[in-house]
Every structure is written in structure tokens, then in C-alpha cells.
């Protein structure tokens, strides 16, 4: 008897994926707990527990239960406890549960709950971020909060936040619980916000970041001070974004990643000796470190373990403290490999990608014995499959050459001929393909109903080295959207896909799929979420836009005013025949309501063309990924209904097949899963 057909995907399928959050492996390195986050229906929004397996050769089996959420697990250093935050009694605190069971209780009871914490090497403290309100009136100074309403005064910037809106309300402080006596202490105060935290391993120091706290508070550097809050001193100066310091076993050291300035969304290694307080950078300047949370040293500080993104892929990796010399650990094509936890016996991890769902993984150092220890997606095999086809295009440079980049090419197991194309341009811009399900659940629905997606890192994405991701500087548009469209071109005469073309993309996607409608009639449907539309209004209503928008443009808006006018979408919005959806949070902060506003005004007021406004109220930036669940199922069938309905018809007779010789085609490749890359340097 034939096994039975496979259903095609469906945008409530989200409801049904569970990824995992975090990942810690025991002192002893037998065991690995992590936290499964999954779509709570009933309440319409998201619930996690811990999950725990044993390295060696167990199955996963969940270790906490209840409706509330619990995340961060850490385990004590004696390997007898975990620590984990949860919300079970309210705001997140820190609860402790045996290893082999039983009731957790309650270690903290900070006012207004805790983001992190991290235990000190001995397990007697607590090290814990806090957010706390403050009277704005004061301007930064220590007063109480008022026990009334007050207007939200801007002294600084940033005085707002993507998520969080205003935030000059609150400051985020370190406290300090001992767990013996259960004292709570706080130990820093001020016009500045702690963003992360370490205990050296003796206890008696703790380095942390911090905002500088002047008018321009976007700056994050390393402080170190005593454990009792006394001695505070700066060790950083000329890192933009410093963030997630880690102190060596042996004391000597602290690892950080951070940016050099700001705007520059690439995030490399730096190192501080701790005897100097030297700092410099760590590594070759092509690493680019995922996550803030993503360092860990190995127990003899000979090595710092990390995700790093490498040519559109993120890989495990790790790094020599002595000769800087980088070891690829996990490394497989399409891999989006969330975490990371290496012990002296194995390798586990977390990842995804366009043929596999968020799983738990584990391996031998050398790469043997790797199985799949989780199964908490199995329905996705009886889905659709896409067949995704790592491609790379030759496309014109900007100056008047030539280069290659990569890209992806994703269909359905069983689509033949000619298809309809959706072309789907990442963020960032300095970002890459990010092959996760929960960031593109419209493709999978698409590749089921026959549609090709096209994702390609164009110039200005990164993990391709700093170089190549700024060169997108004072040539948004420009530079990328010609190779987007000699991609499609490429596909075309190959007769991969025919005229039935789509465009889409978020933040920058969205400026892009912006600017696609006002400078070519080509595309049937576009749909543009979250954009950047206007460069000199996202210069001042931005969260993030006073030193973004001054990154991209080279220079201070104030000087770069035609410049921006013209890198601007809305500046040629006015010209657009497509038909365009337009989908918005309307609390995003990091791309105002204000951009798809000026974008749907200007197409409405110039003509005919097709054009709809969405806005999902109480969502921010993250709507698509993170928003509520009922709302990201209503985004992806808004876009997929779009698409369908504008590209999805009849289309004219394919272009003629190429004549050009095989030397210059675009090279194209069918992903093994299990295939390997090759080891970083």
C-alpha cells in the first residue's frame, strides 16, 4: 500500500512548532536541560518548560510542568540543582529544583522580578538584572517614583525602545541575592541601564556592561567593580555595543562581543586582560558572533566556545585563547544553529533549517555519533517537503563589474515547469537569510501551492566579512536591488520561473520590496512589512534611527539630506503600478507606523494602484515572529492570499532558455541535510 500524500502547510501550522530557548549542559556533562517554548491556544499567547536528556544515549523528557513560563536554566556548580527563571508566581524570579526532581521553591523575591541572573561560582549568590521605575522629572537622578500619572519627558537619547516603548521611566539595575539569608542588595545606581553580567571565579568582582548614561545613551561598554557594588571602573572605550562579558575559569580573562560603531550591526570578539585592563580585539575580523548570550569558556581557559556566522550559515565554533585559531565544531549547509553547549565528551545544539524544524541535536567532538534527540515538530513530516537549492549568481557589483553571491532557491517536492516566483529580501541590511521557519511561514505554505522562493544575500549582507557588508553604506537600493533582479533574471531564462513575480521582505526587506515597486513594473504583487520608507523621518521617530539612519547614509543627516531624499522608497512611491500590502505593528518602534504611513499615503493620493494598510495594535518590530499567535496566523495568510492573488494567475510563455556557456551560469547545488562544511580558519 502507497504511503498517504502529504498535506500541504497552512499558516495555523505555527500554532503547532515548538523551538527551544535555551541550553545548558551539568558540571559533569552528562546531561543537558533546555527550555521548549510552545503556543499556548487558550490563552493566545506562548508558554515554556524545562526539558532535560541525558547526553550519552537517553531521550528528552520534560522536567517542569504548569501554565507558567519557565526559561534560563542554569545549573548549580556543585551539579546537584538548576536554576531557572519562571513566572509561576507572578514576575519572572529564580526558582531552584533538584536534579532528579521534585518541587522548585523560590530562591529570589526581587519587586518588579528580574530579565537575568547568573550564580556565583560557589552557589551561595545570586547576580540579577532588574528593572526598576524611576520619576522621569528627575532627569536621570535617584528619586522615587511618582504615585501618579506623569507626562513622558525626553532628556536623552534613546528615551524609547522597539518592545518596550518608553523607557526613561525605568533604569535596569544589578541586584545581588545572597541565598542563604535570602538579603536582596542592589549594587548600581544611576542615569545608565546594565544590560549583562559576570561573577569572577573567586567572587570578590563582577564585570558588567553598561550603558555611558550621557545624551546619547546608546553606547555600551565593560565596568568591573567588587562584589559589594565599591570600586567601580571602566575598562572599555572605543567598543560601540559591548555586551555579554565572560570571566575565564582561571581569572586572567574576560571575552565580550560588540560592535565598533554604532549602526554597524557586525558583532566580532574582544579580550581584556584582566591584570591590565588592556582590551583588544579577539580573533580574525570575519567572525561574527550570533547572539548575546552566546560565549562559553571551556573549564582550562584555553577556549571560548560560540555560534559564529559564516557565508549565510551559523556554525559552532570555538577559538584558542593563545594563537586566536578557530575550530569549526558544527557546520552544515543551511544550518541556522541557534545554541551551543560543548563538554568534554560531546557537542549539542540546536538548529534549524528549510528542511528541518527547531530540534536538539548531539554529536561526538569529531563529528560522530550524531542523533536528534528531540522530536517536538514531528507533524512537520507530514507536511509538504521544499526542496532547497543552494544557489549562487553572478550579478553586476555597482562598479561596473561583476561578483557571485549566494542565494537559495525553494520549491515543493513535487513542483515541475515553470513556476511563479516570490522574491524575499532579508533585513538589516547587514544581516543574512535567516532559514527559520518562524521568520518565513509563508514560504512554506507558498512552496506548497507551487510557488519558488528566492532568498539571496545581496551586497551589504552580513557574515560574508566587514568589507562586503559596507559597502551597502550611502547605497541602499542601489547597490543590492540590481542583483536581486539579475538573480530573478538568471532563474528566468533557465526557466525555472516565469513572469508571475512576487516581492516581499521586512525592515529592510521592506525598504527594498518599497523600492521595488517604484523603480520596476515587473512585479505582479508586493507586500511590505515593518519598512523603512523614508530616511530622514526614521532619522528622528526611530528608536534606533539617530545613529542607524547616520550609519547608512555616511554621515550626519543634516549633510546627507539629497542623499537620503534619494535612497528614500516613498521618494518614488508615487510611481508604483504594483500592487502593494502594506503590514505594520503599531507599536513598532524600531520602524515607526509613520514609514507604512507616508508609503500607502503617497500611493493612494498618486493614482489607481492596488494598496492596502494593515496594523495589528499592542504589536511591535516582532509581529511576524514573536506577536501574538492569532495575529502572526492572520499576517502570513494576508501575505499569502496577497501573493496568490495578484501573482498566483496565468502567466505568458516562459523567456527563451540560456545560451550562455556553463562557465558564467549560476552554479547550483541540491542540499544534502547531513552535508558538512568545511573548517573555518
Request: some cysteine.
Amino acid at each position: 500500500m502507497s504511503a498517504s500524500p502529504r498535506k500541504p502547510f497552512t499558516p495555523e501550522d505555527l500554532l503547532l512548532y515548538q523551538s527551544i530557548s535555551d541550553l545548558a549542559c551539568s558540571p559533569d556533562g552528562s546531561h543537558v536541560v533546555f527550555a521548549v517554548q510552545r503556543v499556548d491556544r487558550a490563552q493566545d499567547a506562548y508558554a515554556s518548560a524545562l526539558w532535560i536528556v541525558t547526553l550519552a544515549h537517553g531521550d528528552a523528557r520534560q522536567f517542569t510542568y504548569g501554565s507558567s513560563s519557565d526559561t534560563s536554566p542554569q545549573w548549580t556548580h556543585d551539579g546537584r540543582s538548576i536554576a531557572f527563571v519562571s513566572t509561576r508566581s507572578g514576575a519572572p524570579q529564580v526558582y531552584l529544583i533538584r536534579r532528579d526532581g521534585g518541587e522548585a521553591h523560590q530562591v529570589t523575591d526581587i519587586v518588579n522580578g528580574l530579565s537575568s541572573f547568573v550564580l556565583s561560582r560557589d552557589d551561595r549568590r545570586v547576580l540579577a538584572l532588574s528593572s526598576q521605575p524611576v520619576d522621569p522629572e528627575a532627569r536621570g537622578a535617584t528619586r522615587a517614583p511618582p504615585q501618579h500619572a506623569v507626562p513622558d519627558i525626553a532628556w536623552k537619547l534613546p528615551y524609547k525602545s522597539n518592545g518596550a516603548g518608553y523607557v526613561l521611566g525605568r533604569q535596569t539595575h544589578l541586584f545581588v541575592v545572597d541565598l542563604d539569608s535570602g538579603r536582596t542588595k542592589q549594587l548600581t545606581r544611576g542615569d545608565f541601564d546594565v544590560r549583562s553580567a559576570d561573577w569572577s571565579p573567586d567572587g570578590a568582582r563582577i564585570v558588567y556592561t553598561r550603558t555611558r548614561g550621557a545624551r546619547q545613551d546608546h553606547f555600551t561598554d565593560v565596568w568591573i567593580m567588587d562584589a559589594d557594588g565599591t570600586n567601580a571602573r571602566r575598562l572599555s572605550h572605543e567598543v560601540a555595543s559591548a555586551q555579554s562579558p565572560k570571566w575565564s575559569p582561571d581569572g586572567r580573562t574576560i571575552v565580550f562581543s560588540g560592535g565598533e560603531r554604532p549602526g554597524d550591526a557586525n558583532v566580532r570578539l574582544w579580550k581584556i586582560d584582566v591584570s591590565s585592563g588592556r582590551v583588544q580585539p579577539f580573533g580574525p575580523d570575519w567572525l561574527e558572533v550570533v547572539g548575546s548570550d552566546a560565549l562559553a569558556w571551556s573549564p582550562d581557559s584555553r577556549s571560548i566556545c560560540f555560534v559564529n556566522a559564516r557565508r549565510g550559515v551559523q556554525e559552532g565554533a570555538s577559538i584558542a585563547l593563545d594563537d586566536e585559531w578557530v575550530d569549526t565544531l558544527v557546520c552544515e549547509r543551511g544550518m541556522m544553529l541557534r545554541k551551543l553547549a560543548v563538554t568534554d565528551m560531546h557537542v549539542a545544539w540546536v538548529s534549524s533549517r528549510l528542511t528541518e524544524p527547531c530540534e536538539l541535536y548531539v554529536a561526538n567532538h569529531d563529528g560522530g555519533a550524531r542523533r536528534r534527540v528531540t522530536n517536538l515538530n514531528a507533524w512537520w513530516g507530514e507536511r509538504t517537503q521544499p526542496v532547497a537549492e543552494f544557489r549562487q549568481f553572478t550579478v553586476p557589483d555597482g562598479e561596473g563589474g561583476e561578483e557571485t553571491i549566494d542565494g537559495w532557491l525553494v520549491t515543493g517536492e513535487a513542483s515541475a515547469g515553470t513556476l511563479p516566483l516570490l522574491l524575499d529580501a532579508h533585513g538589516g541590511p547587514q544581516s543574512y537569510v535567516d532559514l527559520d521557519y518562524r521568520r518565513y511561514v509563508h514560504w512554506s505554505v507558498l512552496w506548497s501551492r507551487g510557488f519558488a522562493i528566492l532568498a539571496t544575500n545581496a551586497a551589504g549582507s552580513s557574515s560574508y566579512g566587514p568589507e562586503f557588508s559596507q559597502r551597502i553604506v550611502g547605497r541602499w537600493g542601489e547597490l543590492c536591488f540590481p542583483q536581486h533582479m539579475t538573480a530573478i533574471d538568471t532563474l528566468q531564462r533557465e526557466r525555472r520561473v516565469d513572469d508571475r513575480l512576487a516581492v516581499t521582505g521586512k525592515s529592510y526587506g521592506g525598504f527594498l520590496s518599497a523600492w521595488a515597486i517604484g523603480h520596476t513594473d515587473r512585479f505582479h504583487a508586493a507586500v511590505v512589512a515593518a519598512p523603512v520608507t523614508n530616511l530622514q523621518s526614521h532619522f528622528g521617530t526611530s528608536d534606533s534611527g539617530f545613529y542607524v539612519t547616520s550609519y547608512a547614509v555616511g554621515g550626519e543627516i543634516w549633510d546627507k539630506r539629497d542623499l537620503a531624499q534619494r535612497l528614500s522608497p516613498v521618494s518614488y512611491a508615487h510611481l508604483a503600478t504594483t500592487p502593494t500590502l502594506i503590514l505594520q505593528g503599531k507599536d513598532d518602534q524600531r520602524c515607526p507606523i509613520g514609514q507604512s504611513e507616508e508609503l500607502y499615503a503617497t500611493i493612494v493620493r498618486a493614482g489607481d494602484t492596488p494598496v492596502e494598510l494593515v496594523v495589528y495594535p499592542d504589536e511591535d518590530h516582532g509581529v511576524a515572529e514573536a506577536g501574538k499567535p492569532s495575529n502572526r496566523v492572520d499576517y502570513y495568510r494576508r501575505v499569502v492570499d496577497w501573493v496568490q492573488r495578484w501573482a498566483g494567475g496565468r502567466t505568458t510563455d516562459p523567456a527563451p532558455a540560456d545560451d550562455t556557456p556553463a562557465s558564467t551560469q549560476a552554479e547550483t547545488e541540491r542540499v544534502d541535510p547531513e552535508a558538512v562544511g568545511e573548517p573555518a580558519r
